[in-house]
């Protein structure tokens, strides 16, 4: 299949820090999105939540640079700034005039490498983050979610609550976080992103003068390690929550990770397939005509190393063993019958439509190729259009037998109490 040419320069510097640079000269604005291989999957399990936590604490100032003040600094010139963290990731942007990057550049630049992660702000923001424990799991679909990825990681660093849990956090100390930080957030470990009004030339320059000074890392307990999860069998797993009114059905199964991205596309063209619009298998049959549910979609969530692809259905309790089986029909069905060209045409061409809509913006540029680069490579993300609209329905059908079988997933089911 041909690619197109890749739209962003790639600059390695020369300390190890990687630049992706895609000038937009239409827009008066840019993102900067730098993006770190430090997410939940870089925890010792006794650690858990430590990267979620270090996230808040990167905007609590450095010994250099008073908490606050690059808030107010963003703010008062109209832009704008948030973070987030995931198992494969932490990542911080801002998105502001062109013209004010070189000014507040390199404010992130000095949170990111020198955050002093004060011991008063430690404790004090250690209870932000413990209420936002509780409002997850005061959650039924954090709830539901959690159970379920239990079920299916099996020990799999990816099994763990990114925000960790209250026992753990309230143990840990500012010189752990210390010691995370200055481990994780190292120039091999990075990439900025930069997309918008600024040419390559002087935004090389900003970058390479902002991110000059990391420093050294120091000794880190290593990650949790654990073996890729192997599903055998049917897991079914039934909770009765308060404050549920209606039920919840959550039917899992692993995918793979980056190492084969062709299969993982894939998987997210048979959940176009399966359950995205009207028209769609699922959406049709259990929604439209039968009505056996309130709703029901599928979804595919590719990771580094292994990915999941879910179909989750709102529905009466009464009727949740009729609608499972009935989805595992269908995906017996799906894998043995040959999939109509206009059916697979569609799935096609909604995807390839999302994806062109989801490229507009320099925010959703920028976050593409840094969430590529984070878990791959960042020029792979071009592959995603092309390889959906090669894909053949024969092709399909063979993944669903492989990774879809009714014979090994995980179900999650919620129940009102």
């Given amino acids: 299949m041909k690619l197109v040419d890749f739209p962003a320069s790639i600059v390695h510097l020369e300390n190890g820090l990687t630049l992706i640079h895609q000038e937009i000269a239409a827009t008066p604005v840019v993102v900067a999105d730098v993006w770190v291989k430090a997410g939940a999957l870089a925890e010792p399990a006794e650690w858990a939540g430590m990267a979620h936590f270090l996230e808040h604490m990167i905007f609590k100032g450095t010994d250099h640079l008073p908490p ?4 107010y600094t963003i703010e008062t010139q109209g832009g704008m700034t948030n973070a987030a963290t995931s198992h494969d ?13 070189p000014t507040t550049l390199p404010y992130l630049a000095e949170l990111l490498l020198h ?5 008063d702000e430690f404790v004090r923001e250690r209870q932000v983050v413990l209420e936002e424990i509780r409002q997850a799991q005061d959650d039924p679909d954090w709830l539901g979610y959690q159970a379920m990825a239990e079920q299916v990681y099996q020990g799999h660093p990816y099994g763990r609550p990114v925000l960790g849990t209250a026992d753990i956090l309230q143990r840990r100390s500012p010189e752990e976080m210390r010691c995370f930080h ?11 992103v930069i997309t918008g009004g600024l040419p390559l030339e002087s935004t090389v320059d900003m970058v390479r003068h902002a991110f ?9 307990p290593a990650a949790t390690t654990a073996p890729l999860p192997q599903l055998q069998g049917v897991h079914r797993d039934r909770l009765t929550l308060p404050r549920l009114e209606q ?13 084969d991205l062709t299969t993982a596309f894939g998987l997210d063209l048979i959940s176009a397939l399966l359950a995205q619009g009207r028209s769609s298998r699922l959406v ?3 929604r439209e005509e039968r009505q056996l549910v309130q709703d029901v979609a599928a979804s ?3 990771q580094r190393d292994c990915s999941l692809f879910t179909i989750q259905a709102w529905l009466e309790a009464d009727q949740v063993d009729r609608v499972e089986a009935t989805i595992c029909d269908r995906l017996s069905e799906l894998a043995a019958k040959p999939i109509p060209e206009t059916e697979l045409a569609r799935a096609k061409r909604l995807l390839c439509n999302d994806y062109a809509f989801s490229t507009e913006a320099p925010g959703q540029i920028a976050g593409l190729y840094g969430y590529y680069s984070t878990i791959a490579a960042a020029d792979r993300c071009l592959t995603y259009v092309p390889t959906v609209q090669h894909y053949t329905e024969a092709n399909l059908r063979q993944i669903v037998g492989q990774y879809l079988t009714p014979l090994r997933y995980v179900s999650t089911i919620l129940c009102p109490a």
């Fill in 212 to 220: 000059r000074a990391f420093p050294s890392p120091p000794p880190c």
């Fill in 284 to 286: 049709r049959e259990l």
């Fill in 115 to 119: 955050a002093a992660i004060p011991a």
């Fill in 89 to 101: 990731y932490a990542h911080f942007f801002i998105t502001i005039a062109a013209e004010m990057l």
């Fill in 247 to 259: 039920a919840r059905l959550s039917m899992a199964w692993i995918g793979p990770g980056i190492e």
């Fill in 68 to 71: 606050g003040v690059f808030d």
């Fill in 182 to 192: 200055q481990a994780h957030y190292q120039p091999h470990n990075m990439a900025v």
């Fill in 300 to 302: 595919f969530s590719l």
